[in-house]
């Protein structure tokens, strides 16, 4: 079973760094293909970056390319979404979440796991 838990959100400001975790309490997801998604209010979830089960492969979109990292601990059984260069347009509820497959995808109804979500507020 896989339980996966969100925390790092805080409120910050524009410019400065933060550091999101997603730990599976299952310790299940470990060649699960993980991602972290946003949802702004008023907005759709969307997709922000993705790892592969292997850890080989990312993917990011273009709105945070070259902003943010993604990662994975395989001792720790944790995700990292590291956000450097945040603006208010990052502000949003950050969720992560597992598909049972190795190979990333940005399709969100792809992925079979969702965290409760934790949120990133950035003030200009």
């Known amino acids: 079973q896989v339980t996966l838990v969100e925390s790092g959100g805080e409120l910050v400001q524009a410019g400065d760094s933060l550091r999101l975790s997603c730990t599976d309490a299952?310790?299940?997801?470990?060649?699960?293909?993980v991602a972290w998604f946003r949802q702004a209010p008023g907005k759709e979830r969307e997709f922000v970056a993705a790892?592969?089960?292997?850890?080989?492969?990312?993917d990011y979109a273009d709105s945070v390319k070259g902003r943010f990292t993604i990662s994975r601990n395989y001792a720790e059984n944790t995700v990292l979404l590291q956000m450097n260069g945040l603006i208010a347009e990052d502000t949003a509820v950050y969720y992560c979440?597992?598909?049972?497959?190795?190979?990333?995808?940005?399709?969100?109804?792809?992925?079979?796991?969702w965290g409760q979500g934790t949120q990133v507020t950035v003030s200009s």
């Open positions: 979440a597992a598909r049972r497959h190795w190979y990333n995808s940005r399709t969100l109804r792809e992925y079979d796991y």
């Open positions: 299952g310790r299940s997801f470990s060649v699960y293909a």
């Open positions: 790892i592969s089960g292997s850890g080989s492969m990312v």
